[in-house]
């Protein structure tokens, strides 16, 4: 309806608005409605593809492995070589196979600002390949299921590093997120299945412990993103569910600024399915409305062929992907930066 689109116009138009002295465009007196805009650092798809490589040559980081522990000191002196403030939050990952080691790194932009965003990424790759017809016993490689994610978090903080910005930032990355049993979804399998929230409770471990034990008491964001499967080729991003319901206003700025951008092929407008992921955890957990920007490729909308096969390896990256979901949440972090307090 026009009078609904003109109202979250209008409603963005003050979302976004600038004092005057900050804006570098030129005022334009012919649309009052035209939204200001701030300068923005080009986000590289290339250092984001860098990154994942990096992670790649690991190997698979399943908690517990050398891999897992030689990525983690990686991730921390990556961070903190961006000038953030690191946090290492070891807890036990009581898994379905064993408990194992596991670790939350919190990276803190700017920790002495109240006015905070979070971004968070889960850093484990997948312990099997539960979807492959081979080797299905082995770990996979995780490029884009927890390397894209993490490589976005990278790029960004190398970039709020660069190009100082007024805003705080806490970049999390999650352990154990990756660890469960699919087939407890699966009503044949499970005898779980009786308590169906017991699927829940074998996924995403690191964020359900974070938001029990957050790294300071009574933290708080104005919103967080988390970035899960946003490097492989062909990606595409619906709506998730839980972040439309739970997290409506910062869904449709960052859908909207994809449009500005004129990524719509990427960032699509239709509702994808409920995804158990870290950020309903985080939502669970805390009042931090959380958005889920998870590739969801297929019609209906369902994850990609590599997803948990081994498949999800360097050659199912594409930069470009990265770079605009990374453009993406730049444009957000610095505007949200730029509205006075
Ligand atoms: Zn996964």
């Known amino acids: 309806m026009a009078y609904g689109l003109i109202l979250v116009m209008l409603l963005s138009a003050v979302f976004w608005a600038?004092?005057?002295?900050?804006s570098d465009q030129p005022e334009n007196n012919t649309n009052a409605l035209k939204i200001p805009?701030?300068?923005?650092?080009?986000?590289?798809?290339?250092?984001?593809?860098?990154?994942v490589?990096?992670?790649?040559?690991?190997?698979?980081?399943v908690p517990g492995t050398a891999a897992h522990k030689a990525c983690a000191a990686w991730?921390?002196?990556?961070?903190k070589g961006f000038g953030m403030t690191v946090i290492e939050q070891p807890f036990k990952a009581n898994t379905y196979f064993g408990t194992l080691d596991a670790v939350n790194i919190i990276a803190q932009y700017k920790p002495e600002l109240s006015n905070r965003i979070l971004l968070c990424a889960h850093w484990d790759s997948r312990?099997?390949?539960?979807?492959?017809?081979?080797?299905?016993?082995?770990?996979?490689?995780?490029?884009?299921?927890?390397?894209?994610?993490?490589?976005?978090l990278l790029e960004l903080a190398?970039?709020?590093?660069e190009t100082p910005v007024n805003i705080g930032i806490d970049f999390i990355c999650f352990d154990a997120e990756d660890l469960g049993d699919d087939r407890l979804a699966n009503p044949n399998q499970s005898v779980m299945l009786q308590n169906p929230q017991n699927t829940d409770k074998t996924w995403c471990l690191g964020s359900q412990y974070w938001s029990q034990n957050l790294h300071k008491p009574g933290y708080?964001?104005?919103?967080?993103?988390?970035?899960?499967?946003?490097g492989a080729i062909g990606a595409r991003f619906p709506r998730e569910g839980f972040s439309v319901d739970k997290a409506t206003e910062i869904v449709n700025k960052i859908w909207g600024v994809a449009a500005e951008l004129k990524y719509n092929d990427l960032f699509v407008n239709i509702r994808g399915g409920n995804i158990t992921d870290d950020h309903l955890f985080v939502m669970r957990g805390t009042q931090i409305p959380t958005v889920d920007i998870i590739g969801m490729p297929k019609e209906p909308p369902t994850f990609g062929d590599h997803h948990h096969t081994h498949f999800d390896n360097l050659s199912i990256i594409d930069s470009e992907v990265m770079r605009k979901v990374g453009q993406v949440a730049a444009t957000v972090i610095y505007r949200t930066a730029a509205v006075p307090q």
């Open 220 to 230: 708080t964001a104005k919103f967080g993103i988390l970035f899960d499967m946003v």
């Open 53 to 61: 490589k990096k992670q790649v040559d690991f190997g698979p980081r």
């Open 158 to 161: 190398r970039m709020v590093n």
């Open 127 to 152: 312990h099997i390949a539960d979807k492959d017809t081979k080797n299905k016993d082995k770990a996979i490689l995780g490029a884009d299921d927890g390397g894209s994610g993490v490589a976005v």
């Open 37 to 51: 805009t701030v300068p923005v650092p080009n986000f590289s798809g290339d250092s984001a593809f860098a990154y």
């Open 75 to 79: 991730l921390v002196e990556s961070f």
């Open 18 to 22: 600038l004092p005057k002295c900050k």
